[in-house]
Each structure stands twice: as C-alpha cells, then as structure tokens.
T-cell receptor, first 113, second 110 residues
Framework: GAGVSQSPRYKVAKRGQDVALRCDPISGHVSLFWYQQALGQGPEFLTYFQNEAQLDKSGLPSDRFFAERPEGSVSTLKIQRTQQEDSAVYLC???????????FGPGTRLTVL | KQEVTQIPAALSVPEGENLVLNCSFT??????LQWFRQDPGKGLTSLLL?????REQTSGRLNASLDKSSGRSTLYIAASQPGDSATYLC?????????FGGGTRLMVKP
C-alpha cells in the first residue's frame, strides 16, 4: 500500500566511484520511469521500463548510465565512474501503465565530489 | 521535440489571493497533462491529471485547464494559503515519458 520508495535518500560519491540507486515501485505498477533533476530545474527523462523490458533509454546522458529491472519490479540505476556533472536528484516514478498518472518517489540526492 | 515552458518562474502573493500559473507546450500530440507540487528537498506530488480528451479537472481549491490547440494549460489556485508555498511543475505526457517545465516557485505570505 506504500508509495514509491527510493534508497539511499542521499549519496555522496568521490569522482570516479560507481554508484547504484534503487527504486521500489508501487506494487503491481507495470511502468517505471527514471528522471534526473538538476538544482532549480524541472526533471528530465532518463529511461522507461514496461515490466522488465527497457523500452526507451534515449534520455541516458552517457554510456556510464545503466538501468535494469530484471524481474519487472525493483529497478536499479547504476552510474559508473561518476563525474561532478552527475550531481543531481534522481527521481523514480511508476504508473499502472502507459498514459496513466505517474507517482513519484522522494528521490535520491547524489553529490559527486 | 516537446518543450514545456512555465511562466512566471517565481511568484509571491499575500494569503487569500486567487492566482493562475501558466504552462505552454510546443507539441500538441500529448496524451495527458499533469500538474505536480514539489516541496523543498522532496519528491513530486501529483495534483491533477488532465486527459487529452478533457478540458479541465478540479480538486478542492485547484482547477487545471487544458487547451491542446493553443498548447496551453493553466493551474488556478483559489484562496491561496501559506501551506500552498512550493514549486509547481507541469508536464506533458507522450505515453512513455513526461516532459517537464522549469516550474513556478510560489510563496504565499501570511
């Protein structure tokens, strides 16, 4: 019955370190989305899953970004060799399906030093 | 590529005022238009979703309208309260992604 949850809520990484961000969608939601929100800006789309299939990854900024949802539920966004420009809030959203209302988690604030 | 613009970027009003937040989008081929509220350091809370076949939605003191032909949506807040202070974001839904505006930062002063 809970909403979308994300962990960790805050992550500080040294430049060059790999990080993994977790998203637990609302139970039964088929669609899962990742967004990146820079300070003072609106979120920007990164990638979209329908069940376990990644149908759109056009928003991923580089090949250092990788997302997966192997069992069609929990999703992980991985960033390899983090850089300072990766510092942002990473938001996860889920919905019952395409064209439905999206529900957002609290986000993970990533700071790369 | 869809572009979404929100005006004004920031707004400060005294408590009790009725106010209108504007959102414009370049591609009318959207399925839904969704309005969100974001408090500092928090995620997004969905306020209203307007389907492309609808012209408006209402929830309490909030009313959102959608005019696809002109590429515009407005969020009307009646009798504003200090608790309404937050950033308001609109987003066009293409089915597999939301395209967000930059948001309007609203401050309602007691």
């Amino acid at each position: 019955g809970a909403g979308v949850s994300q962990s960790p809520r805050y992550k500080v990484a040294k430049r060059g370190q790999d990080v993994a961000l977790r998203c637990d969608p609302i139970s039964g939601h088929v669609s899962l989305f990742w967004y990146q929100q820079a300070l003072g800006q609106g979120p920007e789309f990164l990638t979209y899953f329908q069940n376990e299939a990644q149908l759109d990854k056009s928003g991923l900024p580089s090949d250092r970004f990788f997302a997966e949802r192997p069992e069609g539920s929990v999703s992980t966004l991985k960033i390899q060799r983090t850089q300072q420009e990766d510092s942002a809030v990473y938001l996860c959203a889920s919905s019952p399906g395409a064209y439905n209302e999206q529900f957002f988690g609290p986000g993970t604030r990533l700071t790369v030093l | 590529k869809q572009e979404v613009t929100q005006i004004p970027a920031a707004l400060s009003v005294p408590e009790g005022e009725n106010l209108v937040l504007n959102c414009s989008f370049t591609d009318s081929a959207i399925y839904n238009l969704q309005w969100f509220r974001q408090d500092p350091g928090k995620g997004l809370t969905s306020l209203l979703l307007i389907q492309s076949s609808q012209r408006e939605q209402t929830s309490g003191r909030l009313n959102a309208s959608l005019d696809k032909s002109s590429g515009r949506s407005t969020l009307y807040i009646a009798a504003s309260q200090p608790g309404d202070s937050a950033t308001y974001l609109c987003a066009g839904d293409a089915g597999n992604m939301l395209t967000f505006g930059g948001g309007t930062r609203l401050m309602v002063k007691p």
